[in-house]
T-cell receptor
Framework: DVKVTQSSRYLVKRTGEKVFLECVQD?????MFWYRQDPGLGLRLIYF???????EKGDIPEGYSVSREKKERFSLILESASTNQTSMYLC?????????????FGEGSRLTVL | QKEVEQNSGPLSVPEGAIASLNCTYS??????FFWYRQYSGKSPELIMS????GDKEDGRFTAQLNKASQYVSLLIRDSQPSDSATYLC????????????FGSGTRLSIRP
């Protein structure tokens, strides 16, 4: 069974903390994505990666960075968490042919920044 | 202008009726369009994809695409309570390979 695993389902952090959200996929997919989901705003793309050590900015990269040292792992980093980064974060992966549109999502990480 | 726009709803439809969900997009060069369903507290899952103008049917679901009008729709026939969910329209942008952008979603409620 294909799987995208996000390391933490729920996190509570303080303003200014550095936060790591980890995502691992076992499908040997080339592409990996980080989205955040907020009520009324849908899924907004933060960053995506189409290969190891490659990354592209999405629509809302400010305040975030990413790391992809291995094909199966894509990490989202909040260098200095702020309250407006409180959100649900969804990681997804897809094979190299994204024309199928099939993204495989993890269960999400709900981050609260106090 | 948002790249992908949907009416947020909620859209309430009686059981057994047809639910119609609509989406517009701004990137005229886009070629690939998708509908995802998201149950409350769950992650999105792909239910339909469409690439050519016209209709594409899969069971009770029909996706419709009109590239000239930059318009995508999803019809759900014989709506069931289990269809109650948020439906997300997504577009693979022509301008940036591999970049899939989502609309804000339409919340659909099927009333018995």
């Amino acid at each position: 069974d294909v799987k995208v695993t996000q390391s933490s389902r729920y996190l509570v952090k303080r303003t200014g903390e550095k936060v790591f959200l980890e995502c691992v996929q076992d499908m040997d997919h080339e592409n990996m994505f980080w989205y955040r989901q907020d009520p009324g705003l849908g899924l907004r793309l933060i960053y995506f990666s189409y290969d190891v050590k490659m990354k592209e900015k999405g629509d809302i990269p400010e305040g975030y960075s990413v790391s992809r040292e291995k094909k199966e792992r894509f990490s989202l980093i909040l260098e200095s968490a702020s309250t407006n980064q409180t959100s649900m974060y969804l990681c997804a992966s897809s094979p190299v042919d994204t024309n199928t549109g099939e993204l495989f999502f993890g269960e999400g990480s709900r981050l609260t920044v106090l | 202008q948002k790249e992908v726009e949907q009416n947020s709803g909620p859209l309430s439809v009686p059981e057994g009726a047809i639910a119609s969900l609509n989406c517009t997009y701004s990137d005229r060069g886009s070629q690939s369009f998708f509908w995802y369903r998201q149950y409350s507290g769950k992650s999105p899952e792909l239910i339909m994809s469409i690439y050519s103008n016209g209709d594409k049917e899969d069971g009770r679901f029909t996706a419709q695409l009109n590239k000239a009008s930059q318009y995508v729709s999803l019809l759900i026939r014989d709506s069931q309570p289990s269809d109650s969910a948020t439906y997300l329209c997504a577009v693979l942008l022509y301008s940036s390979a591999s970049k899939i952008i989502f609309g804000s979603g339409t919340r659909l409620s099927i009333r018995p």
